[in-house]
């Protein structure tokens, strides 16, 4: 389980899996800057859930195997030759013929190394840990300044449990060890990850789709990968039924998937590309002093009204427009935001 394991409600429902892995369900957010700069944003209704991964996943893979998939439990793809995916495992080495590849081998893809392709351009080391904390089990908290990177995270299981963690480009643990000092040293359970950011420059080819996070499809806003996950394999799945109806897999006919998830929810990922150099950018008063701008009830209203943790682009374009954002940050913050989004 390499996951923070929030998931939008819409993210959750792309799963079509039951409620038997939701631990809590989340309404709102804190966003504190540690310099002093808060605020609290409470949609009064169910935003996201705090799932356990394990059985999420489980139940998809039970899901997939009644529709008929094929497991290979402790099998990795060692090679590709011709038509042919070359494998090792509990079963010794097999050689495996394909006509089309849905390649959803996660952030260190190897059939993209295998192929040659050129990689996502980002790439955050992520750790968490769970720890007996009590908190309002309604809201998350986001903590900017807690990485320079990207942020940190306090996610409540429940009313005494949570997960901390951060996403960062270098000394991650170190970071994390750092931000949790306050929260004590109890650990249950301690991961780590890697969240790749900027989708690859061609998302198929070589009779191979890619998708989720060997495409880099998670979200940069979030690091979240799941909705764009779930979302990308249909696309791909959709476009691997027309091929194998048609018999044709040249790299024409697999174009058509990029165009799809494109469609589907390419502006979001560049506008958030755009939005996370920028945060980089911003020193921690910087960070503070937007926490504190964000924090006027017109602001509030606003965020919870547009929120949408997998299509951010929205809330930032309405957020950009607002004169209580301009004066508290100003001209010259706000119109390269008004850049960043028309790209």
Same mark, same amino acid.
């Given at each position: 389980m390499q996951c923070a394991g929030l998931l939008s409600t819409s993210a959750f429902e792309e799963c079509g899996v039951s409620r038997r892995s939701v631990l809590n369900e989340v309404s709102g957010a804190r966003l504190i800057s540690g310099l002093g700069g808060e605020l609290l944003f409470?949609?009064?209704?169910?935003?996201a859930c705090v799932v356990d991964r394990t059985l999420l996943?489980?139940?998809?893979?039970e899901r997939a195997a009644d529709a008929g998939a094929e497991f290979l439990p402790k099998t990795s793809v060692s090679g590709v030759r011709g038509s042919s995916l070359l494998t090792r495992g509990v079963r010794g080495r097999e050689e495996i013929p394909f006509r089309l590849v849905i390649a959803a081998d996660g952030a260190r893809s190897s059939v993209a190394r295998m192929l040659g392709l050129r990689r996502p351009?980002?790439?955050l080391g992520g750790v968490q840990a769970e720890v007996p904390h009590s908190m309002d089990p309604r809201?998350?908290?986001l903590h900017p300044n807690a990485s320079p990177d990207f942020f940190g995270w306090v996610i409540p299981i429940s009313a005494t449990r949570a997960r901390i963690g951060l996403c960062a480009r270098e000394h991650a643990k170190d970071l994390l060890? $750092?931000?949790?000092?306050?929260? *004590?040293?109890?650990?249950?359970h301690l991961v780590s990850g890697v969240i790749p950011l900027g989708v690859m420059p061609r998302t198929y080819g070589h009779r191979?789709?890619?998708?989720g996070d060997a495409a880099g499809f998670p979200k940069p806003t979030s690091g979240g990968g799941v909705y764009t996950g779930v979302r990308s394999a249909k696309h791909a799945a959709g476009v691997a039924a027309a091929c194998c109806a048609r018999g044709e897999f040249d790299d024409e006919s697999l174009?058509?998937?990029?165009? $799809?998830?494109?469609?589907?929810? *390419?502006r979001e990922l560049d506008t958030g590309l755009r939005v996370l150099r920028m945060r980089q950018k911003m020193t921690p008063g910087e960070i503070d002093r937007l926490c504190r701008a964000l924090n006027d009830p017109d602001l509030i209203e606003t965020i919870v009204e547009h929120g949408d943790m997998d299509r951010p682009g929205t809330l930032i374009r309405k957020l950009a427009l607002k004169p209580a954002l301009i004066r508290g940050m100003g001209i010259l913050f706000t119109s390269?935001?008004?850049?960043i989004l028309s790209g």
């Amino acid at each position: 389980m390499q996951c923070a394991g929030l998931l939008s409600t819409s993210a959750f429902e792309e799963c079509g899996v039951s409620r038997r892995s939701v631990l809590n369900e989340v309404s709102g957010a804190r966003l504190i800057s540690g310099l002093g700069g808060e605020l609290l944003f409470d949609a009064r209704t169910t935003k996201a859930c705090v799932v356990d991964r394990t059985l999420l996943d489980r139940e998809m893979a039970e899901r997939a195997a009644d529709a008929g998939a094929e497991f290979l439990p402790k099998t990795s793809v060692s090679g590709v030759r011709g038509s042919s995916l070359l494998t090792r495992g509990v079963r010794g080495r097999e050689e495996i013929p394909f006509r089309l590849v849905i390649a959803a081998d996660g952030a260190r893809s190897s059939v993209a190394r295998m192929l040659g392709l050129r990689r996502p351009e980002i790439y955050l080391g992520g750790v968490q840990a769970e720890v007996p904390h009590s908190m309002d089990p309604r809201y998350v908290e986001l903590h900017p300044n807690a990485s320079p990177d990207f942020f940190g995270w306090v996610i409540p299981i429940s009313a005494t449990r949570a997960r901390i963690g951060l996403c960062a480009r270098e000394h991650a643990k170190d970071l994390l060890d $750092r931000f949790i000092a306050p929260y *004590g040293r109890s650990c249950i359970h301690l991961v780590s990850g890697v969240i790749p950011l900027g989708v690859m420059p061609r998302t198929y080819g070589h009779r191979t789709l890619f998708v989720g996070d060997a495409a880099g499809f998670p979200k940069p806003t979030s690091g979240g990968g799941v909705y764009t996950g779930v979302r990308s394999a249909k696309h791909a799945a959709g476009v691997a039924a027309a091929c194998c109806a048609r018999g044709e897999f040249d790299d024409e006919s697999l174009r058509d998937y990029e165009r $799809r998830w494109k469609e589907d929810f *390419g502006r979001e990922l560049d506008t958030g590309l755009r939005v996370l150099r920028m945060r980089q950018k911003m020193t921690p008063g910087e960070i503070d002093r937007l926490c504190r701008a964000l924090n006027d009830p017109d602001l509030i209203e606003t965020i919870v009204e547009h929120g949408d943790m997998d299509r951010p682009g929205t809330l930032i374009r309405k957020l950009a427009l607002k004169p209580a954002l301009i004066r508290g940050m100003g001209i010259l913050f706000t119109s390269s935001v008004r850049q960043i989004l028309s790209g």
